[in-house]
């Protein structure tokens, strides 16, 4: 089993900026690729951002790209997601995601994929 724990969320303005962090615990959090995923109300879950284990390799969903950044510290067990130029589309439940495997080539974007989630971390942007 593998826990996970979003922290960071809160309000922010739109055009700042906001880093989330993702602690895991439970297994060796180098054998996982890790992913972030966003759920606004009424929609479906959404990928964001994926981090191969070693952190040698990233994705990014088109909406999200040049304005966040994944990234991880496998000393510290832990992923983040730096969000930056925010604005109110980016407002939703961010998760973060698990699964283990995986390789610089490849990076799951499909939700479906991911064995283990975190509770999520609310992200209000407002105008």
């Known amino acids: 089993q593998v826990q996970l724990v979003e922290s960071g969320g809160g309000l922010v303005q739109a055009g700042g900026s906001l880093r989330l962090s993702c602690a895991a615990s439970g297994r060796t959090f180098s054998d996982y690729t890790m992913g972030w995923f966003r759920q606004a109300p009424g929609k479906e879950r959404e990928f964001v951002a994926v981090i191969s284990r070693s952190g040698d390799s990233t994705s990014y969903a088109e909406s999200v790209k040049g304005r966040f950044t994944i990234s991880r510290d496998n000393a510290k067990n832990t992923v983040y997601l730096q969000m930056n130029s925010v604005n109110a589309e980016d407002t939703a439940v961010y998760y973060c995601?698990?699964?283990?495997?995986?390789?610089?080539?490849?990076?799951?974007?499909?939700?479906?994929?991911?064995?283990?989630w975190g509770q999520g971390t609310q992200v209000t942007v407002s105008s």
């Open positions: 995601a698990a699964v283990k495997g995986g390789s610089r080539w490849i990076l799951p974007r499909d939700k479906d994929r991911y064995d283990y």
